[in-house]
């Protein structure tokens, strides 16, 4: 069961332990605010430091108290972007993808909670010794970057190393029943990324919402094509899960080869919503994408089913009533 919930939701100041994945580009202000408003952890997807384009999208969940994710390495190359951030008195800091030490003491010294996000049990460690107040294992099931571990063995290894720090689980979560997995695992609630990539207030582009309800989870794959595309000099070690497409299946293992013209070419099809070229970033939970819905009922479903599961646990529980260990 979780390490400890209640210390968790007191801590972030919410209501369910359903946080939004910073998706950059689709985690904009609209979408953040919907998640706190329905009673969950809403961070704006800071990504690559854009400050104009964070400034904008703080301006658009104004009234709402949401947190803000920093790809690790893209703020080292734009520290200055973290100080604005701290400035606004954030929800939380969410980190990834890149060493948090020179940029933790500072989210701490702001009073502000601080998330990393790891892909290890090494990279837990480390993300403690720096002083996390909430780690986040993340599975290779999950949308966007990420490394080889998955889900469901990473997060229990994970819990055995924070001690009392809570753990929340990422990767595959999609609805209440991945939730409910999550705290079996001893997770203290779950980070989603996918369930809210088609939502209403989601700034991904329309066509790439409709290939989401569409797709299913067969169907993603982990590569470097579409950063290669985007003109993104993401370190080695790092593979972009997203939907499979022409373009994708063209290009893999040529990555290299790809030209200023064919990333001219990717920007204008991502323009116009072209997603037999585009990335349309997603994970393998995307089979529980459905249709596109407001934020606030993904939420509710995921802790309202959640709490149906539990219960539902709990009943079958009372069948081991008196089971020793070794089965007898």
């Known amino acids: 069961m979780p390490q400890d919930l209640s210390y968790l939701l007191a801590f972030l100041g919410i209501k369910h332990p359903v946080v939004l994945a910073p998706m950059a580009g689709v985690s904009g202000g609209a979408l953040a605010a919907a998640v706190f408003r329905a009673g969950g952890l809403g961070l704006i997807g800071g990504g690559y430091c854009d400050i104009e384009w964070i400034k904008a999208q703080w301006a658009e ?9 920093f790809i690790t390495w893209a703020l080292a190359e734009r520290p200055a972007t973290l100080d604005w951030a701290l400035d606004q008195s954030p929800a939380a ?20 909670p601080l998330i990393i996000q790891i892909q290890s049990v090494d990279d837990a460690k ?20 990420g490394a080889a571990r998955a889900t469901l063995p990473l997060v229990p290894a994970v819990v055995d190393v924070a001690g009392t720090v809570p753990v929340l ?44 309800c569409r797709s299913h989870g ?49 920007a204008e099809a991502f323009a116009n919503g072209d997603t037999d070229m585009m990335a349309v970033i997603v994970g393998e939970a995307v089979d529980l994408v459905k249709s596109v819905r407001p934020a606030s009922a993904i939420v509710s479903d995921i802790v309202t089913d959640a709490a149906r599961l539990l219960d539902h646990a709990s009943n079958i529980a009372r069948h081991f009533e008196g089971v020793s260990c070794d089965g007898s």
């Open 93 to 112: 800091v969410f980190l990834s993808f890149g060493d948090p030490k020179p940029f933790a003491s500072r989210v701490r010294r702001a009073g502000c």
């Open 61 to 69: 969940a104004t009234g709402a108290r949401v947190g803000i994710g």
């Open 218 to 266: 067969g169907e993603t794959r982990r590569g470097r094509v579409f950063d290669h595309a985007r003109g993104l000099n993401w370190p080695q070690g790092w593979t972009l899960r997203a939907r499979g497409n022409p373009f994708e299946q063209a290009w893999t293992g040529r990555e290299s080869e790809l030209t200023e013209l064919h990333r001219s070419a990717y």
């Open 126 to 145: 480390r993300a403690l010794d720096v002083g996390a107040d909430i780690l986040v294992a993340q599975g290779s099931e999950a949308g966007g970057h």
């Open 169 to 212: 689980a990422a990767g595959g979560i999609a609805d209440g029943r991945g939730l409910a997995a999550a705290f079996m695992l001893g997770a203290s609630g779950a980070v989603c990324g996918t369930a809210f990539f088609a939502t209403e207030e989601s700034m991904a582009h329309p066509a790439a919402k409709t290939a989401a």
